[in-house]
């Protein structure tokens, strides 16, 4: 099989049920989550094994589960049925809860960086943001399963909580925003 098709030469791609444009609120959508993916997988190469298995098995996950979200955000056929279920949120909210617990309490607004997969970490995390404004753009104008802002919003936060994981255990502060006032008490 050849990787190029030549079907999109005119600007048109393909989804599970149609074709549209490749400037089309489902392909930024899905291809946000495409670009979301690929940090992940950065991020992953910059954990050592040993001490972040947890976390690179919440990072394998996650991609699985993003390959879903891709796919749901791809139907368009007239009777669907969606990949990424509820317990996909649940088991985020575990995560965090989990690594919140081994961390210092926050109390100002950090900035992303410290060691290189927290950064990266902090990069996933904004991209994953973007895509939940362009899932809940789409949500204005087409059918999109719900679960699936709720599952980017879970896993936005996720990524925040990873980051701080990741330099505590590497000893590397978090370099808190010093402009303002304490916020979280």
Do not use: W
Request: overall charge neutral; glycine content about 6%.
């Amino acid at each position: 099989m050849k990787i190029y098709t030549k079907t999109g030469d005119q600007g048109k791609t393909s989804l599970i049920g149609g074709r549209v444009s490749k400037d089309h609120l489902r392909v930024e959508a899905y291809g946000t989550i495409d670009e979301l993916n690929s940090f992940i997988g950065k991020a992953a190469t910059e954990l050592e094994p040993n001490t972040f298995q947890d976390i690179l098995a919440d990072l394998e996950k996650i991609q699985h589960e993003l390959f879903d979200c891709g796919t749901d955000l791809a139907n368009v056929m007239k009777e669907r049925k969606y990949k990424l279920q509820e317990a996909s949120v649940e088991e985020l909210e575990k995560r965090i809860d989990a690594l919140s617990e081994e961390l210092p309490p926050l109390k100002r607004f950090i900035l992303p960086g410290g060691s290189p997969a927290a950064a990266t970490l902090h990069i996933a995390r904004t991209i994953t943001r973007r895509a939940e404004r362009q899932v809940v753009k789409m949500m204005n104008e087409e059918e999109v399963p719900g679960v699936i802002q709720k599952y980017l919003n879970r896993l936005s936060d996720y990524f925040f909580v990873a980051a701080r994981a990741v330099n505590f255990r590497l000893n590397v502060k978090d370099v808190e925003y010093i402009r303002g006032g304490d916020v979280f008490r």
